[in-house]
């Protein structure tokens, strides 16, 4: 997993009866736990047992964990999820980024960075914060553009492209940098297959295929040009808020 659980620490009460494996392991003597790493003990007091509470701070790899919820980190990360009208495309969506997260390996949603190779240049950035940049700045130019010219546009569309337009990053990226499969099924093909595989429609996987320099394929509607520009802004808006400049050669 890529993002570092917490230790459990789990704790021996004076009269917890103890194998002898446990014994073993403990000494019996409140003076072995001292200095032993990840293990803590109380002050001797006499108990049942004649041994102390002792304090165990069990490894992360150890430990029995609770599976991610990643229904619940969806839901709270991606508060624009709720602005998507059709019910059946707002779940859709929704469960495209569980899948993301479930076939990754990060426990949490706001562990997944941007882009880690530009980390020199703008620093540390939220996969989900570039995301929803998008999405806002997309559904304001779409409000801006029907304002200006009574132009019919797909909302939903809209939204769910924003919203999906990077859901391969948890794949394609480790904290440090591109994962073996980043650098195999480059971004954003690996989108359209996530996208595809949560039976989105062809005019979403196409907003994620043309947003990109990385294919061949540009946005061929007004919905899909209206994603690929927001994000274009967004990034351009880390760079000139970093180095007070437009670096072209981030994504
Ligand atoms: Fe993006």
């Known amino acids: 997993m890529h993002s570092a659980r917490p230790k459990v620490t789990l704790v021996l009460p004076m009269a917890f009866p103890i194998s002898s494996e446990w014994r073993v392991l ?5 003076s072995a736990f001292e200095g032993v790493s ?8 006499s108990g049942s047992c004649g041994r102390p509470p002792i304090t165990i701070d069990i490894p992360a790899e150890s430990a029995c964990m609770s599976e991610p919820d990643y229904d619940k980190q969806v839901r709270e990360a991606l508060p624009e999820l709720t602005r998507i009208q059709d019910e059946e495309l707002r779940a859709r969506v929704h469960t495209a980024w569980v899948d993301a997260l479930d076939a990754s390996g990060y426990d949490d ?8 190779p530009n980390r ?10 570039h995301v929803r940049d998008v999405t806002m700045i997309a559904s304001r130019l779409a409000d ?15 939204l769910a492209g ?11 990226l480790s904290p440090d ?17 996530i996208l595809a595989s949560a039976g989105l429609s062809a005019e979403v996987q196409h907003i994620a295929l043309s947003h990109s320099p990385q294919t ?7 919905e899909a040009h209206v994603v690929a520009l927001a994000d274009e802004a967004a990034i351009h808006a880390l760079s000139v808020d970093a180095i007070g400049s437009i670096q072209t050669d981030l994504f």
Not at 26 to 30: G, M, Q
Request: aromatic share 4%; hydrophobic share 35%.
């Open 120 to 129: 020199d240049v703008v620093g540390e950035q939220q996969h989900v914060k």
């Open 26 to 30: 403990l000494n019996e003597k409140p």
């Open 177 to 193: 940098g591109v994962t073996e499969f980043g650098q195999l099924v480059p971004h954003p093909y690996a989108a359209v297959h």
């Open 162 to 172: 924003a919203l999906g337009h990077d859901i391969s990053k948890p794949l394609e």
């Open 144 to 158: 801006t553009l029907a304002d200006c010219r009574d132009l019919s546009l797909d909302r939903d569309l809209i």
């Open 216 to 222: 061949a394929v540009t946005p061929q509607n007004i």
């Open 38 to 45: 990840g293990a803590k003990h109380s002050p001797v007091r």
């Open 109 to 116: 949603v706001r562990d997944v960075p941007w882009w880690p």
